[in-house]
């Protein structure tokens, strides 16, 4: 029911788990994410909730690059971060939304 | 309506997402890299000593894993721990990295001493860069292993 209503929503909540996204997302805070269905855009600098491409996990990261259809995706504190530098450009379509608070 | 977000952020069920380097240990050492690929040259050796296909068969099945081996930690230094401060101060790093990966490809595809050997050096050369991007200072020892030649630790 959770899983179906979560799917549905235009706004969700995530809890974070880690650091990449030091100092401004902290390990274990909340934000609020606007799935992708409902975004107007996507800029330079947004901070999105994406599956990670190798696993499917959901992985929350800054969008450094875009071309076309494709983001570059980095964390914050790239020092404890797997972003696009290990795996590359992701697609638009492994976009779930857009951390709107 | 801040106050209606922070009561939505509170109260809605909410999933995990992460924001991980994929389980940040800080657990790294080249010295795994550096057994496997003496190893892959100790089976190179070995394969110009045995006669029956039984030995041969087990030889060539240890050089395949541990050239993999080579390989996959490697990738996992590579991947996981050296940063672009480091490929920035180590300019060579990146071709290191490379030149090992398809060594330890051509010493599984081959029976070349030479590359096999080439591939323990470059795995050695990794590990000394390994060490100073820890600040401790590398130092070549000798192995004591059956290939006669060294391996890199450090003093701190």
């Not at chain 1, 994406?50 to 450094?64: A, C, H, M, S, V």
């Not at chain 2, 795994?32 to 394969?47: D, F, G, K, S």
């Amino acid at each position: 029911m959770f899983d179906f209503l979560f799917c549905i929503s235009p706004i969700v909540v995530f809890k974070i788990f880690g650091n990449s996204m030091n100092p401004k997302y902290k390990n274990k805070g909340k934000v609020l994410v606007q799935k992708k269905w409902f975004l107007c855009s996507l800029n330079v600098q947004d901070v999105i909730v994406l599956k990670d491409p190798r696993n499917g996990n959901l992985i929350i990261k800054r969008i450094n690059k875009i071309k076309k259809d494709l983001l570059y995706v980095l964390g914050d504190n790239n020092k404890e971060s797997t972003d696009s530098r290990i795996f590359g450009w992701i697609k638009k379509s492994q976009i779930i939304g857009k951390v709107v608070y | 309506m801040k106050r209606v977000i922070q009561f939505l952020v509170n109260n809605l069920p909410f999933k995990a997402v992460y924001a991980h380097c994929d389980i940040p240990c800080g657990i790294y050492d080249p010295t795994p890299a550096q057994i496997a690929a003496h190893t892959v040259l100790r089976m190179t050796q070995l394969l110009g000593e045995k006669d029956s296909m039984h030995d041969i068969a087990r030889v060539v099945h240890v050089k395949e894993e541990h050239g993999g081996k080579v390989e996959e930690e490697l990738g996992t230094l590579e991947n996981d721990y050296f940063k672009p401060e480091h490929f920035d101060k180590f300019p060579n790093l990146k071709g290191l990295l490379a030149d090992a990966v398809k060594l330890s490809i051509a010493t599984r595809q081959a029976v070349d001493i030479q590359k096999a050997q080439d591939l323990v050096d470059k795995v050695l050369q990794i590990s000394e860069i390994f060490y100073k991007t820890k600040n401790v200072t590398p130092k070549r020892v000798p192995s004591l292993y059956p290939t006669k030649g060294e391996i890199v630790t450090y003093t701190p």
